[in-house]
């Protein structure tokens, strides 16, 4: 005992035991401290972390992240303990995580070709304006667009039962379709139209006569087609331009249905809506090998020009970004078909016009030819009579009635000249041989052939020239034609006063001006604007006074510009006109490149 004692109570054994004692009076609260803080630091992050990670896979990738989970949540989801190992937890929480987000980065990709390939249409569609051209880009696009198996696009007309146009787009292999026992390429595109039919945008009547059917349930997006099957199935044979195989009964009662409903129609499942309702286009469609039906009507402001079908061989869920690719490609589609049938009009009334032209050019080079031979014998046989080469003398009264029949007959004859000269000029006949020419003589001989009209009507008629005159680039007879038909035309609407003609030279444009000023009646602003038509004259009074056909202006303004110049007109009501033309002198640039 006393040995015992002696040995563990040395100095050295009190300094043990006092560490030993030391040790555990602070070792569990520092454990306890320990793990406390472990908590506080990984466990409780974690925690929060998991179940922020697993709140975020609950949402859809479309929906913005609910707020964050507090910090005293400490499970991933409320009410659920928190795995005992959370990093294995929080790691197929990221797996999950990783897999949406590539999930996501891949409808992200999708969706960016999609709307490339959606702009490409667009491009496609606006670069052409032929109809078959156009509906075959529409389909094939379409159908590479929304990844299906067939399209097609049926356009009708107003009161028409059976469609004007149809465009069919296949991406099957090498088959024969069971409907029409055609066989079908990969990437065929096939177009159909009656160039025969009436067509006009707007939806049929016997569409709207039909009753709309009843709208489907929110939770089942499935076609319901109309009940008067009978209607739709009494169509009419169609035109023998479009074969009856392209003619699908499938496609023209889809048609129908996104016609009448004026919005996108669709089974996801034909297969289920078959089987719970016996629908005949389901069993069409099945038939056919289709799991699911698109149809997407062709809107023109409220009106329906026809409808576009696509056709799926599994089911298909229409998602909300479908339904707006397929709503931009419809109406892309619908724009550029509009465009299309305008352009097609307007170029059918422009041959029309034109063959119109062409028939009335012909007709005035006719009228004119067999009208020029009796009138010259008119002439020249009055003038005998005038002049005493027959026997027997006139009487003064008979001598002015035969003087005024040559007046007439000589009247008529210029205008024949310029109804034939008219209609040579529009069928781009008329010859016109510019050279070299000095202007002077030329005015001359106009104005002492037109001073008696003048003085007879007590007016005066002078030429203004400048001391040198270049030479100009013109065809002498016809530029003696332009001056005769401005003159006389000057002279005609002058009843005071006098008309004079001056020339110019507008060096800094290598022009030679000349213009044939008037005291005349004038001509208003309005009139203006139409004087050098055909058969125009300034208003209706004018003409009934004055007289004329209004061909002269005209044939100038053309037989100008024909020799490289250009015709201008200054008049005010009661102040007189001035009518001028410039011509390009014969040693100008342009005169050179013209000769």
């Excluded at 305008?342 to 050019?361: D, P």
Aim: hydrophobic share 45%; net charge neutral; proline share 7%.
């Amino acid at each position: 005992m006393l040995s015992y004692f002696s040995i563990h109570h040395t100095p050295f054994s009190r300094i043990w035991l006092a560490l030993a004692a030391l040790l555990l009076f602070i070792g569990a609260p520092g454990f306890l401290l320990f793990s406390v803080m472990v908590r506080r630091l990984i466990t409780l992050p974690l925690a929060k972390l998991l179940g922020q990670v697993d709140q975020g896979l609950r949402l859809p990738l479309s929906q913005p992240p609910r707020a964050p989970v507090p910090p005293s949540a400490p499970t991933a989801s409320p009410g659920t303990p928190l795995p005992a190992d959370e990093l294995t937890a929080l790691s197929r929480a990221f797996q999950q995580l990783s897999s949406a987000l590539a999930h996501q980065d891949a409808e992200s990709r999708l969706l960016t070709r999609q709307l490339s390939d959606l702009l490409s249409m667009s491009d496609a569609l606006i670069s052409t304006l032929n109809l078959e051209h156009l509906l075959a880009e529409i389909v094939s696009r379409l159908g590479v667009i929304m990844q299906v198996r067939q399209v097609s696009l049926l356009l009708y007309g107003r009161d028409q039962p059976a469609p004007w146009a149809v465009a069919l787009w296949s991406n099957d292999p090498p088959r024969t379709e069971l409907l029409t026992g055609e066989t079908y390429r990969q990437g065929q595109v096939r177009v159909y139209t009656d160039p025969r039919a009436d067509i006009t945008l707007a939806a049929t009547t016997k569409m709207a006569a039909l009753p709309r059917p009843t709208p489907s349930p929110p939770r089942r997006r499935v076609i319901r087609p109309p009940r008067l099957q009978a209607a739709v199935a009494r169509v009419e044979p169609p035109h023998p331009r479009i074969p009856q195989e392209a003619l699908r009964e499938l496609d023209m009662l889809l048609a129908r249905m996104a016609m009448q409903k004026q919005k996108i129609a669709y089974g996801e499942d034909v297969r289920a809506i078959y089987q719970e309702r016996q629908e005949r286009w389901a069993r069409l469609a099945l038939e056919a090998g289709y799991g699911a039906v698109i149809a997407t009507p062709l809107l023109l402001q409220d009106e329906t020009i026809g409808a576009i079908m696509l056709y799926s061989e599994r089911p298909y869920q229409l998602t909300q970004r479908d339904t707006f690719l397929l709503s931009t490609a419809a109406i892309q589609a619908a724009m550029a078909i509009q465009d299309a049938l305008l352009f097609a009009e307007v170029k059918e009334k422009n041959v029309a016009l034109e063959r119109a032209n062409q028939l009335k050019s012909q007709f005035l080079a006719t009228v004119t030819h067999e009208l020029r031979a009796p009138l010259h014998s008119i002439i020249s046989y009055g003038s005998l009579l005038v002049d005493g080469f027959v026997e027997g003398e006139l009487t003064p009264e008979q001598e002015e009635h035969i003087r005024f029949m040559i007046r007439r007959a000589e009247d008529l004859s210029h205008l024949v000249d310029d109804m034939l000269d008219l209609s040579k000029i529009e069928a781009d006949r008329l010859e016109v041989r510019p050279e070299p020419l000095a202007i002077e003589g030329c005015l001359r001989e106009v104005v002492d052939q037109l001073k008696p009209l003048a003085f007879a009507r007590d007016l005066t008629l002078q030429l203004e020239l400048p001391e040198e005159l270049p030479r100009v680039l013109a065809d002498s007879y016809r530029l003696r034609q332009v001056l005769v038909n401005m003159v006389s035309n000057a002279i005609k609407f002058t009843e005071r006063g006098g008309i004079t003609i001056r020339c110019s030279l507008l060096e800094r444009y290598d022009m030679l001006r000349i213009a044939v000023h008037d005291s005349g009646i004038g001509i208003s602003p309005a009139a203006l604007e139409y004087i050098f038509e055909a058969f125009r004259q300034a208003d209706s009074n004018t003409a009934r006074k004055f007289g004329g056909t209004g061909l002269g202006l005209t044939i100038a303004r053309k037989l100008v510009e024909l020799q490289g110049g250009e015709v201008f007109v200054e008049s005010m009501p009661g102040r007189g006109s001035i009518f001028s033309f410039v011509l390009p002198l014969a040693a100008s640039p342009k005169a050179q490149s013209r000769s």
